[in-house]
Every structure is written in C-alpha cells, then in structure tokens.
C-alpha cells in the first residue's frame, strides 16, 4: 500500500465525504478506511479524487479479509472516476480510462 501525503492525510482527516462509507448500505461495518482504487505503472494514484472512504467490510479488511468481504473493485473504480476531472485523468495518459465508461 502506498502511503498517503501528508498534506492529502490533512485533507481527508477535516472533509466530511470521509467519514462515511462511499459505498454505504445496511452491510457497513468496522471503521472507515481509506481505498487507492486506481493505480499508474504499477503505483496507487496518490490523488484525492482517487482515495475511497470504505468501511472495513467493504474494502475487504479486518475479520472479512479472507473472504474478500463487500469488495468489488469495479464499483470502487467507478466512484472514484466520478469524481475525477477530465484534468485530473490527463496526468495518466497511458491509462485507457474509456474502459471504465
């Protein structure tokens, strides 16, 4: 795992979208943690509109880690590209983000 900037940590520790599950039901338990969902020439993508606040459940961690819990990277992707600029993807031009449309 990559570890998050500083100056990102402070970012995430005092906005509010962080507090809670992105991808939040009625299965949402443990803390909430924070998921790189996309990466860059083998690297997580250090990027805020990158970083998925998950409950422990849902990013797979904690006493579900052995059975993947509510994992599912392609619903991870897809928020995190929402929230993306046309801007932001353009610093990874060798990533084919249409294959996430």
């Known amino acids: 795992m990559r570890k998050i900037p500083k100056k990102h940590r402070k970012i995430i520790n005092s906005d509010p979208y962080y507090k809670t599950c992105a991808r939040y039901s009625s299965k949402c338990q443990g803390r909430i943690t924070i998921e790189h969902a996309f990466t ?52 990874y031009p060798k990533k084919n983000w249409k294959q996430y449309e």
């Open 40 to 91: 860059y020439k083998n690297k997580q993508i250090n990027e805020l509109w990158n970083y998925i606040p998950l409950c422990e459940y849902h990013h797979g961690l904690g006493k579900w880690h052995n059975n993947g819990g509510g994992l599912d990277k392609e619903e991870n992707k897809r928020i995190a590209l929402s929230r993306a600029t046309e801007e932001d993807l353009k610093k």
